[in-house]
Every structure is written in C-alpha cells, then in structure tokens.
C-alpha cells in the first residue's frame, strides 16, 4: 500500500568517473607522502621486496605492471632487479606527465627507498638503479578496469582500489582486474589505506572505500594463491586524517 511519510533518500556513493583525475595535483601529492622514507611505508617495501625475491630468485620474471602507479615510484623499485620491463598504468593524465618526467631520471629522494630494495637486489648501487628504471619503464594511460587478461608476470597495485571511489563494486573489481591482468602463478603485491574515508589534494576531496584485512583477504582469495595479508600500523603519525592504518597483500595470481 501507498504511504504519506516522508521518504527517506538512501545515499549513493560516488563512483570513480565522477573525479577530476586528470586534475590530480601529483607534485604536491608525492611532496606530501614520499619527501622522505616513512616507517610504515619502509615495512611495507621491505615486506615486497623480500616478497618478489623469494619469488623469482636471480631470474627475472620477466614483465611488469603497476596499476594506478600515481606519483608513487617506489612499488616500481620493488619490482626493477626482477623484471625485463615495467609498465606504469596511469589514468590520469596528470600523472602520466609527471611519471614520464620523474622516471626519466629519478629523483634523489627516492634513494632511500632503493636502500630498503638494494639488499633484494643483484645491484645496490642507486645510479644503476636510477638507470635501469629509466631503461625498463613505459609509462601508459589506461584504466584498471580495462586491463587484459594474463598479460605480465609480476605485478603490483598500491592504495589504488580503495582510493578511485566510494563504491564497494568498484573495489572488488579492481581488485580482480589487477589479479587477473597477471599470468597464473604470477607474484604480486598490493597495499590499501585501511579505513580510510576519502583524502585532500591540493584542495579537490577524492573519494575512498573503507576497508580492512577482512575485505581485503575476500577480494583477494577468490583471485589468488599463497595469500598474505598483513596489518601496518602507521608510523610515526598519521600522513592525513580519515584512515587508520595500512594493509599490505602479497600472493599468487590463480
């Protein structure tokens, strides 16, 4: 039967066409989360990066991606002594500027971070390092929900799903579409801000999937093998209001 009440508007949330991304402020994004080796974020490489050398060994896996590399490099660091080539998958536009210039010659900044890799590493010396990624890379504009089947052999995708969107479907489906654009047995890493309820740029608000190590594993265990997930704390203090940790995953693509 028809009602008079009031109707109650139930909140949509905001999907990830809805943000400028092509607007991302990417300096001010990486001056703000990487001017300088973090704990938290150096437990983290030190996790993969041991991760991907147990993994592959002295071979190399061959090719790489990142998704949603962002003004991030150091996942890509994490990657480099194990791989022929590394892609960047960027969608916004200002990002894949920035990364075609920052990883053209690395900037000093990232040494500390390479200090954490170069034990993993065949090679430890960061001129080479800076030379090799200018060597391997290929930065590309695309989307993580567009991603092909089965195309690298080592892959990585950090604080990407959860920050593109409010929309939980979005979360899992970038999630799978990561796992699922590497070949099976393929290794990867994939780390989350934990809780996190949308973040600030240079002023425009971007929008987040709060999640924890539950909504994590789940998406993750229905695509991979091997599976790892581990709690960071944040150390020492917090980059940003609205998150309360960070989650790292490392596994297998079924």
Same mark, same amino acid.
């Given at each position: 039967?028809?009602?008079?009440?009031?109707?109650?508007?139930?909140?949509?949330? /905001?999907?990830?066409?809805?943000?400028?991304?092509?607007?991302?402020?990417? #300096?001010?994004?990486?001056?703000?989360?990487? @001017? @300088?080796?973090?704990?938290?974020?150096?437990?983290?490489?030190?996790? #993969?990066?041991?991760?991907?050398? @147990? +993994?592959?060994?002295?071979?190399?896996?061959?090719?790489?991606?990142?998704?949603?590399?962002?003004?991030?490099?150091?996942?890509?660091?994490?990657?480099?002594?194990? *791989?022929?080539?590394?892609?960047?998958l960027e969608h916004s536009a200002s990002n894949?500027?920035?990364? !075609?210039?920052?990883?053209?010659?690395?900037?000093?900044?990232?040494?500390? $971070?390479?200090? #954490?890799?170069?034990? $993993?590493? !065949?090679? =430890?010396? &960061?001129?080479? /390092?800076?030379?090799?990624?200018a060597e391997r890379v290929q930065v590309m504009? =695309?989307?993580?929900?567009?991603?092909?089947?089965?195309?690298?052999?080592?892959?990585?995708? &950090? $604080?990407?799903?959860?920050?593109?969107? @409010?929309?939980?479907a979005e979360f899992e489906s970038a999630v799978?579409?990561? #796992? !699922? /654009?590497?070949?099976?047995?393929?290794? &990867?890493?994939?780390? &989350?801000?934990?809780?996190?309820?949308?973040?600030?740029?240079?002023?425009?608000?971007?929008?987040?999937?709060?999640?924890?190590?539950?909504?994590?594993?789940?998406?993750?265990?229905?695509? *991979?093998?091997?599976?790892?997930? +581990?709690?960071?704390?944040?150390?020492?203090?917090?980059?940003?209001?609205?998150?309360?940790?960070?989650?790292?995953?490392?596994?297998?693509?079924?």
């Open positions: 039967m028809p009602t008079n009440g009031p109707q109650i508007a139930i909140p949509v949330p /905001a999907r990830n066409a809805q943000f400028p991304w092509d607007e991302f402020a990417a #300096v001010d994004y990486c001056d703000h989360n990487y @001017q @300088q080796l973090r704990d938290d974020d150096g437990e983290i490489l030190e996790l #993969v990066a041991g991760w991907f050398a @147990q +993994e592959t060994g002295e071979r190399s896996a061959g090719d790489a991606i990142d998704v949603g590399a962002g003004p991030n490099l150091y996942p890509s660091l994490a990657m480099l002594p194990h *791989s022929r080539t590394v892609t960047l894949v500027e920035f990364l !075609r210039a920052h990883t053209a010659e690395l900037p000093e900044r990232w040494e500390p $971070f390479w200090d #954490v890799v170069s034990p $993993f590493a !065949r090679y =430890g010396d &960061f001129a080479k /390092a800076r030379a090799l990624l504009q =695309g989307s993580v929900f567009e991603l092909p089947r089965s195309r690298w052999d080592l892959g990585t995708m &950090f $604080f990407v799903a959860e920050s593109i969107s @409010q929309d939980p799978g579409r990561f #796992v !699922r /654009a590497l070949r099976p047995g393929s290794p &990867f890493a994939a780390a &989350f801000m934990e809780q996190s309820d949308g973040y600030d740029v240079a002023g425009v608000r971007f929008p987040a999937t709060p999640v924890g190590r539950q909504e994590v594993r789940a998406c993750l265990s229905a695509v *991979s093998t091997d599976l790892r997930v +581990e709690r960071i704390e944040m150390r020492p203090a917090p980059l940003r209001p609205g998150y309360t940790g960070m989650i790292v995953a490392v596994g297998r693509a079924q």
